[in-house]
C-alpha cells in the first residue's frame, strides 16, 4: 500500500480505507498484512485480496468529435457506411454502450445500438454532390444510465454522398479542319470540344492525340482542346493528317471517347527549297569504324523539272572534316572514329547548293570504355574507440570519364571488415555499424570497390586501413582481490614482502598502472614501488610491540589502489594481509621473582602445594614454557609439573627436622 490508502488496527486487524478509492485506477488491490508476537523475531504473513467494486461515474466518451465518409450514391440498402465508436471507463453494464442517432434526419440510416454500426436504409441516388451530418449518442447500461447525448458530447458523423462517373464524354466540335501550308509555327488550327454530364472530376475532360502525329506536326493542349501547328507544314510532302483524338474524363475508372479528325493543308505557291526540319538531332556510338552512317537530312522544292533537283553539302565548321554528305542523298556518314571523351557534340552546317540551310547538332553516344579511378590506391586512417554507431569515417570518391549510367559509379566493401563498417552505395561514405573496441580488434583491413554498369571492365580497388585509437575505458585489474603474505619480525627496512600485479587493456598512458596504499598504513609501517607493485617493509616489524593485544599484533590488512594514467584515471582496489611471524626474542617472565609458601608439617603426602606461573611475549612454540627443579630438592620431597607448575609433595614433612625449604624453579 504505497499510496497509504488503507490502515490497519494493529491490536484487532481491522482494516479501513484511509482515501477515496477508484475502480478505474485500480480494481483489485492485493495487500501483505504482517502480524508479530512481542518483540519476537518471529513473524507471519498473509495476503488481502480487496476488490473495489464499480460505480456508475464515468459516461460513455466519442475519442474524436467529428468524422467524415465518403460513399457511393449507388451503394444498396444495408450497407454498412460508418461505425461509431466511445470509451466507457466503467465496468460491466456501467461500461456497456448502447448507440443511437440524436439528430433529426431523414429516413436515410439506422445505427445498430451494440456495435455502432451505421447502415444506409435505402438508395441514394444524386446528380449533385449531397452530405448528411448524423449526431450520434452513447449511453452506457448502467442505473442510472450516463449517457453523452448532448450535442457537444455527441459524434458529429458527416457521411457524403458522391457522384460516380457513369457517363463517357461526347464530341461536339467537327471533325474536319483546313489550314494553310505557310503558317508559322504555334498556329492555331482547330478547337476540339467534348462534353461530360457528369459532375466534379467526373465531368473534367482532357484531350490527347492518340495517332496519326507521329512526325510530331501538330501540338494539343490537352486542357482547352486547343491544336496548334508544332512545325512548319508543306503540302507537297504532306497534304492531309487523319488524327484519331480521344476525350478522356477525370473519374476512377476514367471514361473515354473517340473521334477522328482530319486536317486538309492547303497549297500556298512558293520557289524556295526547304530542309523539312530547321534543326536536325541525332546521335551515334564513339569508337565506330569510319564510314558508321550518321542521319540523312533532307529538303524539298515545290517547283519542278531542273529547278528541283536538289544537292547537298556541308559548310566548314569545327570538326566537319570528320563527316562526309553525300550530295545527291543528304545522307551523312562519319571519316573517322569518334571518341566522347576528346569531343561530345558536333554542329554542322548543311545546305542545298542555292538557297536553304539546316542545323545538325550530332551527339557522341558514350560507349562503356572507361573504368572509374580511386584518387589514391590505399587510405590509413585513425578514429576513436569510442565513436558513436554511424558515425561516418571517410567519404571515398572514384571518379568515371563514361557518361550517363556508364559514369554512374556505385561502391561497395570487400573482405571481412567484421561487421564493423559498410559504405553507402552512391555517396561513398564509409560508417560504423556497430560500437568499436580497441582491446577487442586494434585495426581493420578491407577493400573498397567502384563499379558502373558495366560487366567486361575491370572494377577499381583501394586498400583501407582503419586504425582504433584507445580510449581509457578499461579500469585496472589486480589478478587477486585477496593476497595473504607473512614476514619475519626483526626483518631490516626495505624487505621485500610480496608483489602485487594489476592489468590494464588500454595501451599507453591509459594502459600504464601506478600502485599505492590507500588504507591501512596510517604509520607507514610498509611502502610500495609504485611501478613494480612490490611491497615492502619500511620499518622494523615487532610481533609483540605492535598492540597490547596479540592477536592484532601479528596481522595489517592494508588496502592497494591500482591506478592508470589516462585522463581522467581510472582505478581499482585490492587487500592484503600480512602476518608478522613470531621470533624467539623473549625469555620465559615468572610472574613473581619469590613464591613464599606455608604449610602445616600434618599435610597428606600427594598435597598440592602451589603452582608457579611464567609468561611468553613470543607466540606459537616460542611461547610453549616447561618448568624444571633445578635445586633445594636433594631429598625429593617435593614433585614439580613440568606442563603446569603445579608443586606436589611427595614425602611427610617434619617440622623438627627441616623447617624451611628453599626452592629453585626454572621456567624455558
Keep these: 500500500d504505497p499510496q497509504g490508502r488503507f490502515s490497519i488496527d494493529p491490536q484487532f486487524g481491522i482494516i479501513r480505507s484511509k482515501k477515496q478509492l477508484d475502480h478505474e485506477t485500480q480494481s483489485v488491490v492485493v495487500l501483505t498484512v504482517q502480524s508479530q508476537l512481542g518483540n519476537s523475531p518471529v513473524y507471519s504473513s498473509t495476503q488481502v485480496n480487496i476488490s473495489v467494486i464499480d460505480i456508475n461515474d464515468n459516461p460513455p466518451v466519442f475519442l474524436t468529435k467529428s468524422d467524415k465518409v465518403t460513399i457511393s450514391h449507388t451503394q444498396p440498402p444495408g450497407t454498412a457506411v460508418y461505425i461509431a465508436h466511445a470509451e466507457d471507463k466503467d465496468s460491466g453494464l456501467n461500461g456497456a454502450i448502447k448507440y443511437s442517432i440524436a439528430s433529426k434526419q431523414p429516413n436515410t440510416f439506422s445505427i445498430d445500438p451494440s456495435l455502432g454500426v451505421v447502415n444506409l436504409t435505402r438508395t441514394v441516388f444524386a446528380d449533385k454532390q449531397q452530405e448528411?451530418?448524423?449526431?450520434?449518442?452513447?449511453?452506457?447500461?448502467?442505473?442510472?444510465?450516463?449517457?453523452?447525448?448532448?450535442?457537444?458530447?455527441?459524434?458529429?458523423?458527416?457521411?457524403?454522398?458522391?457522384?460516380?462517373?457513369?457517363?463517357?464524354?461526347?464530341?461536339?466540335?467537327?471533325?474536319?479542319?483546313?489550314?494553310?501550308?505557310?503558317?508559322?509555327?504555334?498556329?492555331?488550327?482547330?478547337?476540339?470540344?467534348?462534353?461530360?454530364?457528369?459532375?466534379?472530376?467526373?465531368?473534367?475532360v482532357t484531350y490527347h492525340i492518340l495517332s496519326g502525329n507521329e512526325n510530331k506536326a501538330f501540338v494539343l493542349d490537352k486542357i482547352t482542346g486547343l491544336l496548334s501547328t508544332a512545325r512548319l507544314l508543306d503540302r507537297e510532302i504532306q497534304e492531309r493528317y487523319s488524327l484519331a483524338v480521344m476525350a478522356l474524363d477525370d473519374g476512377s475508372p476514367a471514361l473515354s471517347a473517340t473521334q477522328v479528325l482530319t486536317i486538309i493543308v492547303l497549297d500556298v505557291n512558293d520557289e524556295t527549297p526547304i530542309f523539312l526540319k530547321q534543326l536536325y538531332e541525332t546521335a551515334v556510338h564513339e569508337n565506330q569504324d569510319p564510314g558508321e552512317f550518321v542521319i540523312k537530312v533532307e529538303a524539298v522544292d515545290r517547283d519542278a523539272g531542273l529547278n528541283s533537283l536538289l544537292r547537298y553539302e556541308i559548310l566548314p565548321g569545327a570538326g566537319y572534316e570528320k563527316f562526309k554528305m553525300n550530295s545527291d542523298s543528304g545522307e551523312l556518314v562519319t571519316t573517322a572514329s569518334l571518341d566522347r571523351e576528346t569531343q561530345e557534340v558536333f554542329s554542322i552546317k548543311g545546305s542545298p547548293s542555292r538557297s536553304s540551310t539546316a542545323q545538325l547538332y550530332l551527339a557522341v553516344l558514350d560507349e562503356n570504355d572507361h573504368n572509374p579511378l580511386f584518387a589514391k590506391t590505399q587510405y590509413q586512417i585513425s578514429v576513436r574507440e569510442d565513436l558513436e554507431e554511424g558515425s561516418a569515417i571517410l567519404d571515398l570518391f572514384a571518379s568515371d570519364k563514361d557518361d550517363g549510367l556508364n559514369g554512374e559509379v556505385t561502391y561497395s566493401l570487400i573482405d571481412d571488415t567484421f561487421g564493423a563498417f559498410a559504405i553507402d552505395s552512391v555517396t561513398g561514405s564509409i560508417v560504423t555499424t556497430k560500437t568499436l573496441d580497441r582491446e577487442t580488434k586494434s585495426q581493420y583491413t578491407f577493400r573498397a570497390v567502384a563499379s558502373d554498369c558495366s560487366t567486361h571492365l575491370p572494377r577499381s580497388t583501394t586498400v583501407m586501413t582503419v586504425l582504433i585509437q584507445d580510449v581509457n575505458d578499461n579500469v585496472p585489474k589486480f589478478e587477486q582481490s585477496y593476497y595473504k603474505a607473512s614476514v619475519w619480525e626483526g626483518q631490516s627496512p626495505k624487505t621485500d614482502i610480496i608483489q602485487v600485479f594489476a592489468t590494464d587493456l588500454d595501451s599507453g598512458l591509459n594502459g600504464e598502472t601506478e600502485y599505492s596504499i590507500l588504507s591501512g598504513n596510517e604509520d607507514a609501517t610498509f611502502l610500495i614501488d609504485s611501478a613494480r607493485g612490490i611491497l615492502a617493509?619500511?620499518?622494523?616489524?615487532?610481533?609483540?610491540?605492535?598492540?597490547?593485544?596479540?592477536?592484532?599484533?601479528?596481522s595489517h590488512c592494508l588496502v592497494l589502489l591500482a591506478s592508470d594514467r589516462g585522463m581522467p584515471s581510472l582505478n581499482s582496489t585490492a587487500t592484503v594481509l600480512i602476518t608478522v611471524l613470531d621470533v624467539n626474542d623473549n625469555p620465559p617472565v615468572f610472574s613473581s621473582p619469590e613464591y613464599h609458601i606455608h604449610v602445616k608439617e600434618s599435610i597428606p603426602v600427594g598435597s598440592h602445594i602451589t603452582e608457579v606461573s611464567a609468561n611468553d611475549c613470543d607466540a606459537g612454540t616460542n611461547a610453549k614454557i616447561t618448568y624444571a627443579m633445578i635445586s633445594g630438592n636433594d631429598r625429593g620431597h617435593f614433585r614439580l609439573d613440568e606442563k603446569t607448575g603445579s608443586v606436589d609433595l611427595m614425602k611427610k614433612l617434619d617440622y623438627e627436622d627441616t623447617m624451611k625449604f628453599t626452592l629453585i624453579v626454572q621456567a624455558t
Excluded at 163 to 168: E, H, V
Excluded at 541 to 554: G, I, K, P
Aim: proline letters at 5%; aromatic letters at 6%.
Design 132 to 204: 448528411y451530418t448524423l449526431h450520434i449518442a452513447a449511453e452506457d447500461c448502467g442505473s442510472p444510465p450516463l449517457t453523452s447525448s448532448l450535442m457537444l458530447d455527441s459524434l458529429a458523423a458527416k457521411i457524403v454522398i458522391l457522384d460516380i462517373n457513369d457517363n463517357s464524354p461526347s464530341f461536339t466540335s467537327s471533325p474536319l479542319s483546313y489550314v494553310m501550308e505557310d503558317v508559322e509555327v504555334g498556329f492555331l488550327v482547330h478547337r476540339i470540344i467534348a462534353k461530360d454530364p457528369d459532375e466534379g472530376r467526373n465531368g473534367q
Design 537 to 554: 617493509t619500511n620499518t622494523v616489524l615487532d610481533h609483540e610491540n605492535t598492540s597490547s593485544y596479540r592477536e592484532m599484533a601479528s
